[in-house]
Structures are given as C-alpha cells and as structure tokens.
C-alpha cells in the first residue's frame, strides 16, 4: 500500500519562508511523479508544483512561479517544496500526491498540476501566513 506523507506545515509572517517534505512509504520517490496541491477554505483545490520521478522536469502555478521550488532529495527520499516570499494569499491546506509515471519523454512534457492525474494522497499539512 502506497502512503504518501507530507509534513514540514506551520505559520509564517508574510514574506517568510517554509519548506514542506513529502515521502512515499514502501518506495522512493523516483518512481513517481510528485505533486503540490493545495486547498484554502471555501475554494477548490489547485495544483502548485510538480516534479517528474527522474527530477529532470518541473511545473509551477503561475501564482507561485518564482517563489516556490521544488526538488527531490534522494538521500532523504523525499520531495520538498521550498517556499519563499509567502503571502496571506498561500495559507491553505498543502497536500502531496504521487503519479505513476504515464512514460512520456520528461524533458519534452512538464508533469501535471491536475488533480485526476494523481493516484495517491497524502492527508495534508497546514500552512498558515499572516501579517
């Protein structure tokens, strides 16, 4: 059974950072195709940041393109989602998710910020800016 654990959430004033870590149990991170999401209340869940399992591609939202990073730390066996410069705006509940990788050329396709292609779930992580 795949367990996807996210962890690293907490409050930051505006213009902080935080770093969150996501791991999947029961394999390595270089299976899958990793996923940032996130949900604020009242408002649907979007995708924020992806990485492809061989960690040659990304993708951001624009809302956070420049801001947040993702990266796969292989030692740790984890991805992790830096983000800088937050804003009210980012408090949300963070949610990571894993993608079997569908065998497209990673370089030539960014992996996906679209809910339907993920197929494990981790339970969330809350990250709260204020000023």
């Known amino acids: 059974q795949v367990q996807v654990v996210e962890s690293g959430g907490g409050s930051v004033q505006t213009g902080g950072s935080l770093r969150l870590s996501c791991t999947v149990s029961e394999s390595t991170i270089t299976k899958y195709y990793i996923g940032w999401f996130r949900q604020a209340p009242g408002k649907e869940r979007e995708g924020v940041a992806a990485i492809t399992h061989d960690g040659w591609n990304t993708h951001y939202a624009d809302s956070v393109k420049g801001r947040f990073s993702i990266s796969q730390d292989r030692a740790k066996n984890t991805v992790d989602l830096q983000m800088n410069s937050l804003k009210s705006e980012d408090t949300a509940m963070y949610y990571c998710?894993?993608?079997?990788?569908?065998?497209?050329?990673?370089?030539?396709?960014?992996?996906?910020?679209?809910?339907?292609?993920?197929?494990?779930w981790g339970q969330g992580t809350q990250v709260t800016v204020s000023s």
């Open positions: 998710a894993a993608a079997i990788p569908p065998g497209r050329d990673t370089l030539l396709y960014p992996p996906p910020i679209r809910e339907a292609e993920y197929n494990y």
